[in-house]
T-cell receptor
Framework: KAGVTQTPRYLIKTRGQQVTLSCSPI?????VSWYQQTPGQGLQFLFE???????NKGNFPGRFSGRQFSNSRSEMNVSTLELGDSALYLC??????????FGPGTRLTVL | GIQVEQSPPDLILQEGANSTLRCNFSDSVNNLQWFHQNPWGQLINLFYIPSGTKQNGRLSATTVATERYSLLYISSSQTTDSGVYFCAALSTSGTYKYIFGTGTRLKVLA
């Protein structure tokens, strides 16, 4: 069974731009969670989608948003990028909202 | 919300040594996972262990949910064990939101 895939793997943007990241979960997994990892703040929960609905949200500004499609694939969007948004963005899928399995991440650099 | 603390923050070992990493959590948990983050950033699942003890090769883990801690044991360490180890806890609050500890950075010297 294929693992969680994330695209793109690397991204460079400038301040003020917006970005969309994509995550394809393991086949059959309906829950997708997103995390931001930075050296200063560690791994922080962004949000979770289950059956196309956002079920949980972390403490991030409204510039961070996401969605989930009927095939469970998920996208997250960050608008009006700031330097502090530079981070590794990790996506995890779960079959029954229990154990999580992570993708390789997208490394975003904001210049 | 639940707080998750890991110790030690850094650990340097000689190849062949054993080590114990600790994860304390401030509230009751439904689930607990241990991960190893490789140099490219991917989190590799080590154990899914809400309670009890599990073993996988040279690694084993124990979670004592009633006392709010989990331990990861690495025996006969190898240089490939180097990296950052994270624990992540899911509280019983009803929200599906894993909280990660700050990690233990392990370096195994040849």
């Amino acid at each position: 069974k294929a693992g969680v895939t994330q695209t793109p793997r690397y991204l460079i943007k400038t301040r003020g731009q917006q970005v969309t990241l994509s995550c394809s979960p393991i086949s059959g997994h309906r829950s997708v969670s997103w995390y931001q990892q930075t050296p200063g703040q560690g791994l922080q929960f962004l949000f979770e989608y289950f059956s196309e609905t956002q079920r949980n949200k972390g403490n991030f500004p409204g510039r961070f948003s996401g969605r989930q499609f009927s095939n469970s694939r998920s996208e997250m969007n960050v608008s009006t990028l700031e330097l502090g948004d530079s981070a590794l963005y990790l996506c995890a899928s779960s079959p029954r909202r229990d154990e999580q399995f992570f993708g390789p991440g997208t490394r975003l650099t904001v210049l | 919300g639940i707080q998750v603390e890991q110790s030690p923050p850094d650990l340097i070992l000689q190849e062949g040594a054993n080590s114990t990493l600790r994860c304390n959590f401030s509230d009751s948990v439904n689930n607990l996972q241990w991960f190893h983050q490789n140099p490219w950033g991917q989190l590799i699942n080590l154990f899914y262990i809400p309670s009890g003890t599990k073993q996988n090769g040279r690694l084993s883990a124990t979670t004592v949910a009633t006392e709010r801690y989990s331990l990861l044991y690495i025996s006969s360490s190898q240089t490939t064990d180097s990296g950052v180890y994270f624990c992540a806890a899911l509280s019983t609050s009803g929200t599906y939101k894993y909280i990660f500890g700050t990690g233990t950075r392990l370096k195994v010297l040849a």
